[in-house]
Nanobody
Framework: QVQLVESGGGLVQAVGSLRLSCAASGSFFSINAMAWYRQAPGKQRELVAHISSGGSTTYGDRVKGRFTIFRDNAKNTAYLQMNSLKPEDTAVYYC?????????WGQGTQVTVSS
């Protein structure tokens, strides 16, 4: 059993920065990768960033060069550092954790970027 809780969302001005966290609890031996997705109302959910068990990262085209995903294994937490935020980054951001057989999802945290 794995539970994911996101935090750090809020309201920020354009070109500002925000850091999201995803705190995991439960059994983590089967988790191979973690990722952040986002979804705005009426839009398709999209991949923001992905980090493998070996630390390799992948980013969505819309956030490359601005966002960074990283993990603190001692705290069982994954982070998404968001810099140079744009109004189009406004969405609910979801943390995901992958095992071989399934994916676990957090409840989401709202990020709103004003212009």
């Amino acid at each position: 059993q794995v539970q994911l809780v996101e935090s750090g969302g809020g309201l920020v001005q354009a070109v500002g920065s925000l850091r999201l966290s995803c705190a995991a609890s439960g059994s983590f031996f089967s988790i191979n990768a973690m990722a952040w997705y986002r979804q705005a109302p009426g839009k398709q959910r999209e991949l923001v960033a992905h980090i493998s068990s070996g630390g390799s990262t992948t980013y969505g085209d819309r956030v490359k060069g601005r966002f960074t995903i990283f993990r603190d294994n001692a705290k069982n937490t994954a982070y998404l550092q968001m810099n140079s935020l744009k109004p189009e980054d406004t969405a609910v951001y979801y943390c995901a954790a992958y095992s071989i057989s399934q994916v676990y999802w957090g409840q989401g945290t709202q990020v709103t970027v004003s212009s």
